[in-house]
């Protein structure tokens, strides 16, 4: 499906919530059942809303292809447990993250505000979207956010000569006063996968320093990358040990500690079109009137405030906000050849 909006593409500008609809049609027609089909398809309506293109609707093929081939289950039920005071730990059943993750939502703020601070942990489940969506609600609600997920091998570890690691994002929100929560969403590769794809579909040469082909070369060919080749950690070539050990960090948090799979360990080669990885995620929450910090959303305005004094010109994730109220607004722009073709897999 080709999402490149260039220029002189016919574009349509669709209302959001024709978009989720559009969207939760096709997952279950395709393979999932309604309740799952309605959290993907605000996920990645969502995605496609704020601009985040390699997250939005440019997933439905790998979406589709994956549950074609069997690897996720699109009908599970995720079972929580509640394993303390502070730990909830949920099995997606082989199916998606964010329904999981939707199923314990209320209980991981419930114990966040009982305890100070709450984990979730979420296994044997794939994630395959943006990681921001996940911690904006919980600032949303007051709280401080972090979350992390690993992904499949293809990232170099610094030194390495081979792809050990996922692009392994991690994710944070904190509530701002008289503000959209502040939120930031970085891969700890040097580039997202799916930036990796657009592209390679698009005929753009990736910067260079940002991956390796199969004989561990240094390449600006994004096709290189995705054929046997792998991502750089971030950091440049003479700071990757820094993006490497983060990307460690999300490995033993969202893998090791959950009970979900490093991103080397799953092997998905008998099931032909498998495209999300079947890994896991921490989300961890944050009371901060358990603490001094109850004025935190003011004290967070405050340094941001002085960031701007400081000469910075733009917060992370204020472009993402801005292009929400335009697509809000508007609709959400596609090229007219895409919504054709979403519309045609919802009523297949």
Same mark, same amino acid.
């Given at each position: ?114 305890? *100070?601070?709450?984990? @979730?942990?979420?296994? %044997?489940?794939?994630? +395959? !979207? $943006? ?5 904006? #609600? /919980? ?8 979350a992390l997920v690993n992904s499949m091998a293809c990232v170099v570890?610094?030194? *390495?000569?081979?792809? @050990?690691?996922?692009? %392994?994002?991690?994710? +944070? !929100? $904190? ?5 959209? #929560? /502040? ?42 990358? /995705? ?28 893998a090791a500690l959950t009970g979900g799979h490093f991103s080397f ?84």
């Amino acid at each position: 499906m080709n999402t490149k909006h260039a220029h002189l593409t016919p574009t349509e500008h669709i209302p959001f919530d024709t978009l989720r609809t559009t969207l939760a049609h096709i997952f279950e027609r395709h393979g999932t059942s309604a309740a799952v089909a309605a959290v993907l398809a605000d996920n990645c309506a969502s995605a496609e809303r704020d601009g985040a293109h390699s997250h939005g609707v440019f997933r439905i093929p790998g979406y589709l292809s994956t549950l074609a081939s069997g690897w996720v289950d699109g009908h599970a039920i995720p079972r929580v447990q509640d394993m303390a005071p502070g730990f909830l730990s949920v099995d997606a059943c082989n199916g998606f993250a964010q329904p999981a993750y939707m199923m314990a939502y209320d209980a991981l703020v419930a114990k966040a505000r009982a305890n *100070g601070i709450a984990l @979730l942990a979420i296994h %044997n489940s794939h994630h +395959f !979207a $943006a990681l921001w969506p996940d911690v904006e #609600p /919980l600032a949303r609600d007051g709280l401080v956010a972090l979350a992390l997920v690993n992904s499949m091998a293809c990232v170099v570890p610094s030194g *390495g000569t081979k792809a @050990l690691f996922g692009t %392994n994002p991690i994710a +944070f !929100a $904190a509530p701002r006063a008289g503000h959209d #929560p /502040l939120v930031f969403d970085l891969a700890t590769s040097a580039m997202a996968h799916g930036d990796v794809q657009i592209a390679a579909r698009e005929g753009r040469p990736l910067p260079e320093g940002f991956g390796v082909d199969c004989n561990g070369q240094p390449t600006t060919d994004p096709r290189a990358v /995705l054929d046997g080749g792998a991502l750089l950690p971030f950091g440049g070539l003479h700071s990757s040990y820094k993006g490497s050990a983060l990307s460690m960090m999300v490995e033993l948090l969202a893998a090791a500690l959950t009970g979900g799979h490093f991103s080397f360990e799953f092997d998905w080669r008998g099931h032909s079109g498998a495209q999300t990885p079947h890994t896991g995620e921490l989300i961890i929450a944050i009371d901060p009137a358990k603490s001094q910090g109850r004025g935190f959303a003011q004290r967070c305005e405050d340094l941001v405030r002085a960031m701007a004094g400081a000469g910075q010109q733009r917060l992370p994730g204020e472009r993402r906000y801005r292009q929400r109220a335009q697509s809000l607004r508007e609709g959400v722009a596609l090229p007219a050849a895409t919504w054709a073709e979403l519309q045609r897999l919802a009523q297949a």
